[in-house]
């Protein structure tokens, strides 16, 4: 009888440490990231501060005046990438100049930025990275707010670590507007 016991007690103890080793061996293997992952990363990099001309063709008198102050950060434990635009050398004050915010996070499976406009809504876009990793562009998903006036696209060119190009696409009523700007990292 007591052999019999000890051989079932052996039996469950090799039966735990197999199990402990093989959950051990699972929990040291690295997950490979999502290709929305990888976006986000390549997005994340640009954390920092960014200045640059912005160019919008249709609209001349928009182009060409005071560069564009650009600041990005990460927050949230890394799962939130804040951008910031604003005219260099204006007040953080809302009430008087523009100043949009956008947030990029993952959602499942997608990289999505959420922008929140002066025009007063929210659009929701989800983006891809291309082939070469060096541009990263966003599709329109969906509006919180009126859709008579809204960022619609937007594009984001990777040149090297302290330049960046930036697209976005306004849509004023089923007008498409274009503004260009041309970042160089100031920090």
């Not at 079932?8 to 290709?35: G, N, R, T």
């Not at 650009?70 to 523009?98: C, I, W």
């Amino acid at each position: 009888m007591k052999s019999r016991t000890a051989l079932s007690i052996l039996s469950v103890l090799i039966a735990a440490a197999a199990f402990a080793q093989s959950h051990a061996q699972k929990s040291d293997a690295v997950p490979v990231p999502s290709e929305a992952q990888k976006s986000f990363a390549t997005v994340k990099s640009l954390a920092g501060e960014w200045e640059g001309p912005v160019t919008v063709p249709e609209m001349p008198e928009m182009s060409g005046g005071k560069p564009m102050h650009l600041s990005m950060r990460v927050t949230s434990r890394g799962n939130v990438l804040v951008h910031e635009f604003q005219e260099a050398g204006t007040p953080l004050d809302a009430t008087k100049y523009d100043h949009p915010v956008t947030m990029f996070y993952v959602d499942g499976d997608q990289l999505t930025l959420i922008h929140y406009c002066d025009a007063g809504n929210r659009p929701r876009m989800t983006g891809k990275m291309s082939s070469d990793s060096k541009k990263v562009e966003f599709e329109l998903k969906d509006i919180s707010g009126s859709t008579e006036m809204h960022m619609h696209h937007s594009v984001f060119t990777i040149i090297d670590a302290n330049h960046h190009l930036e697209d976005w696409t306004f849509m004023m009523n089923d007008k498409p507007i274009h503004a260009h700007f041309d970042l160089t990292r100031k920090n």
